[in-house]
């Protein structure tokens, strides 16, 4: 299965997973501030962030599932694990906003 979503702009990045399906997008590299470099890797986080929280999600579920199938203590491990993913999420999302907000290079300018 091929979950491929474009913007208009440049070039693709194709990113493979391993269960079972690739995710195709492309990114905008001359709006993010910072120039080439940290627009490529804004656009690139920006996908991730949204990416990661679409897995999170997806391993709550799980989580739910396995407790409903009586594994209560594997069920506690990958709740366990989602908050641990969800909190890199959330350093995720505050990078971002401080690259959109501008932030300069250390230790340049």
């Known amino acids: 299965m091929s979950d491929t979503h474009e913007h208009d702009h440049g070039h693709t990045h ?3 997973h391993d269960h079972g399906h690739t995710h195709t997008h ?8 910072g120039g080439p470099v940290a627009s490529k890797d804004t656009a690139l986080l920006r996908y991730m962030l949204g990416h ?31 908050l641990h ?7 995720l999302r ?7 907000d501008g ?5 340049k300018g």
Not at 26 to 33: G, L
Not at 85 to 91: D, I, P, V
């Open 14 to 16: 194709e990113h493979n």
């Open 85 to 91: 993913f969800e909190r890199g999420n959330e350093q």
């Open 26 to 33: 492309e990114h905008d590299h001359d709006r993010a501030p």
């Open 94 to 100: 505050e990078a971002l906003e401080r690259l959109d």
């Open 52 to 82: 990661n929280r679409s897995h999170a999600q997806e391993m709550r579920d799980i989580g739910r599932s396995l407790a409903d199938a009586g594994f209560g203590g594997v069920s506690e491990l990958v709740e366990s694990a989602v």
């Open 103 to 107: 932030a300069a290079p250390e230790g």
